[in-house]
């Protein structure tokens, strides 16, 4: 079995609300997969990649280059841009990988993952190793948009967001230039039509005339749109300040359990935190991080017991969906994390994959003595003084 380690920029794609629109429409979502492929793999080809598998409606690919996968992945996003029902995200990272037997390991292909689960509709994300690469390079514009630390990765972040120029990114294939002209009253007519569609949407969403089942009319950028939450600071109901880790680690253990679902977007953790004791409404937050859903709670935990309470709240409409109370030994507090996650889910009619079941109920530990430390040291090293870091080891 061949084996090699080297340095590689790796790019994770994406198709945005696919897993919806299968659920309305098979034979459309079939098909919108061979068009992306169609996209794609020409593209990888043309910018020196190597297309190296597909994963559901992900594609991987790696390059040598980290400005040809950022052009790559430019190219990738105009393209998109003719196809009114298509919409993709993309995460690129650099990093040391193993190559072997044709396919990839290691911590750059976890992290390219997560960069394109955050991206927005059509967005593409870089880290900060392959933006030192990039920044001064032409037709390439960046914008720093935050640190944040990603699931099963160890230490945060810097992610920014990335803009290719077109006309750029064809100077490294002069042969498309001479297709430009044609192209561009299709694209201005594909351009409208898009603008069209999402107008229709939004007006629809905002009248709510219709309470019937979606039907495959509908766009996939609807379907994100719809599914998208937020997981507000927990309140800590006991009378101990110092609780305050306890309920800020069930509030993060729910949010990463919503990660898990691919269906979803959920709003990050570092975006949400800003948000603690805050005095705006439910539909201003709502409108500033760009959900429909909000989750609000309290965490109580005394004598070995814990009480959780919980609401899923339409912040669009600022109506509650689901309000409960959970009162448990500490002992089921994992299983009670999973249980509300998957409760969310199903309030938003998601359809919840056997391997998404599994990862929401996989836990690290099942000591809750353990877990009550590990929180408690979670909550000290997020603060990032010399003090708190030290309380955090201990």
């Known amino acids: 079995m061949s084996q090699s380690r080297q340095l590689a920029a790796i790019m994770f794609t994406d198709i945005v609300g696919y897993t919806a629109l299968m659920e309305l429409d098979e034979q459309r979502a079939f098909q919108l997969l061979d068009e992306n492929r169609e996209i794609q793999r020409p593209l990888i080809e043309k910018f020196n990649g190597k297309w190296l598998k597909e994963m559901g409606d992900g594609i991987l690919a790696s390059f040598t280059s980290v400005s040809d996968a950022v052009y790559c992945a430019g190219a990738i996003q105009n393209a998109c841009e003719n196809n009114p029902t ?26 390219a993952s997560r960069l394109e689960s955050i991206s927005k509709v059509g967005g593409i994300l870089i880290s900060e190793p392959v933006y030192r690469n990039i920044k001064n390079k032409k037709g390439i514009v960046t914008e720093f948009l935050r640190e944040e630390i990603l ?53 629809i969403g905002y009248q709510n005339i219709s309470k019937e089942p979606r039907t495959s009319t509908q766009t996939v950028a609807e379907a994100e749109f719809e599914k998208s939450i937020a997981v507000l600071p927990f309140v800590n109901m006991s009378n101990d300040p110092e609780q305050q880790y306890f309920s800020d ?5 729910i949010l990463n359990d919503l990660t898990k679902i691919r269906e979803l977007k959920v709003i990050s ?44 709240i339409n912040a669009r409409q600022d109506a509650h969906m689901w309000s409960d109370n959970y009162d448990r030994e500490l002992i089921d507090i994992f299983e009670l994390q999973s249980e509300i996650a998957q409760k969310i889910a199903s309030e938003l009619n998601t359809v919840l994959s056997i391997n998404e079941i599994n990862e929401i109920q996989a836990r690290g530990t099942t000591n809750p003595e ?16 010399g003090d708190a870091i030290r309380k955090s080891i201990d």
Request: proline share 2%; aromatic share 10%; no cysteine.
């Open 249 to 253: 680690g069930i509030m993060e253990a």
């Open 86 to 111: 298509l919409f993709v995200r993309i995460g690129i990272h650099e990093g040391e990988v193993v190559f072997k037997d044709g396919d990839v390991f290691g911590s750059g292909v976890n992290i």
């Open 151 to 203: 699931k099963n990765v160890d230490e945060p972040i810097k992610i920014y967001q990335v803009k290719v120029d077109e006309d750029k990114s064809d100077e490294k294939d002069p042969t498309r230039l001479e297709h430009s002209a044609k192209l561009q009253g299709t694209k201005v007519m594909m351009v409208g039509a898009l603008i069209i569609i999402l107008l229709l949407v939004g007006y």
């Open 370 to 385: 353990a877990y009550k430390l590990y929180l408690r040291g979670r909550y000290f090293w997020y603060q990032r003084t």
């Open 269 to 312: 953790r570092t975006s949400v935190m800003q948000y603690r004791n805050t005095q705006k409404t439910i539909p201003q937050i709502a409108e500033e991080l760009g959900v429909t859903y909000l989750l609000e709670g309290g965490v109580q935990s005394i004598d070995g017991k814990v009480r959780i309470h919980a609401q899923l």
